[in-house]
């Protein structure tokens, strides 16, 4: 098993703050996973990763258009929801094609599509532990991921499985 390790989050705010830092690491071509039950924060955390990129733009779920493009000042940000999809649909769909481009793409509810997504990536998985606690356990998959995890100074983590 790949190396984990764990952000704890206080508060929206301290969530907000992580996903700033994670997109000040972004490089075109990087791809974060993120998981979580309904409610932990996904959407919030992707809004929050691309204001750190410079998008200006109201981001929302893309629950029902599955993908939705913004320009930042620093990378394009593709945000996709896949929600929605089977992995048949995703890969018709051709979502793996932004995996590869010029920006950065995360993607809500990435277990569903986990055999299209990119051998190296950032899965992050959010679970809510407190009214606006969380907890975000960041699985690096690939050595840039591994650097980011470590520029970041997250501590490993070690819970179990489900307990993400």
Not at 18 to 37: E, K, Q, R, T
Not at 60 to 67: A, F, G, L, V, W
């Amino acid at each position: 098993m790949a190396n984990r390790y764990v952000y704890e989050a206080a508060s929206v705010e301290e969530t907000v703050s992580f996903a700033g830092s994670l997109a000040a690491l972004a490089v075109p071509g990087a791809v974060l996973a993120l998981d979580g039950d309904l409610g932990a924060g996904k959407t919030r955390f992707a809004q929050a990763f691309a204001a750190a990129l410079g998008v200006t733009d109201v981001v929302n779920s893309p629950t029902y258009t599955i993908i939705k493009e913004y320009e930042g000042d620093k990378l394009p940000f593709y945000h996709m929801d896949v929600y929605r999809l089977s992995l048949e649909e995703a890969e018709e769909l051709g979502l793996d094609e932004y995996f590869h481009g010029s920006g950065v793409t995360l993607v809500e509810w990435a277990s569903i599509i986990a055999p299209i997504l990119p051998e190296e990536r950032l899965q992050v998985n959010i679970k809510t532990i407190g009214p606006d606690a969380r907890r975000l356990v960041c699985e690096p998959i690939g050595a840039v991921y591994e650097i980011w995890c470590e520029k970041l100074g997250l501590p490993a983590y070690e819970g179990e499985g489900d307990d993400e």
